[in-house]
């Protein structure tokens, strides 16, 4: 039973830095694909950032190019979002969620939702102007 945690949501202003946190139990961690997707209300859930665990090959959306860093630790199965300059439409619950080794299709492809099988509860994040 593959299980996802996320953590690190909170309320901070405009310009200001959070650090997300999912860690996956149950899973091949080594050899799967992960990645943060984010929902604001009433909108469609939105890929930002993925990795296939095994390769450290990451990938972003444009939406976030340059503000997120994704990174992972392999001995605690725990993969990490760090968010700075964040906007007030960075606002939403932020989700983690993993597959298996899926084949490389493109960067659109690896950052569709539907991509991926597990996913955590998520973990809120507002962002005040």
């Known amino acids: 039973q593959v299980q996802l945690v996320e953590s690190g949501g909170g309320s901070v202003q405009a310009g200001g830095s959070l650090r997300l946190s999912c860690a996956a139990s149950g899973s091949t961690f080594s050899k799967n694909l992960m990645g943060w997707f984010r929902q604001a209300p009433g909108m469609e859930r939105e890929g930002l950032a993925a990795?296939?665990?095994?390769?450290?090959?990451?990938f972003y959306a444009d939406s976030v190019k340059g503000r997120f860093t994704f990174s992972q630790d392999k001995v605690t199965k725990t993969i990490y979002l760090q968010m700075n300059m964040l906007k007030p439409e960075d606002t939403a619950m932020y989700y983690c969620?993993?597959?298996?080794?899926?084949?490389?299709?493109?960067?659109?492809?690896?950052?569709?939702?539907?991509?991926?099988?597990?996913w955590g509860q998520g973990t809120q994040v507002t962002v005040s102007s």
């Open positions: 969620a993993t597959s298996d080794d899926l084949p490389f299709v493109s960067v659109s492809v690896t950052l569709r939702p539907d991509r991926y099988a597990y």
């Open positions: 990795v296939y665990t095994g390769t450290g090959r990451t």
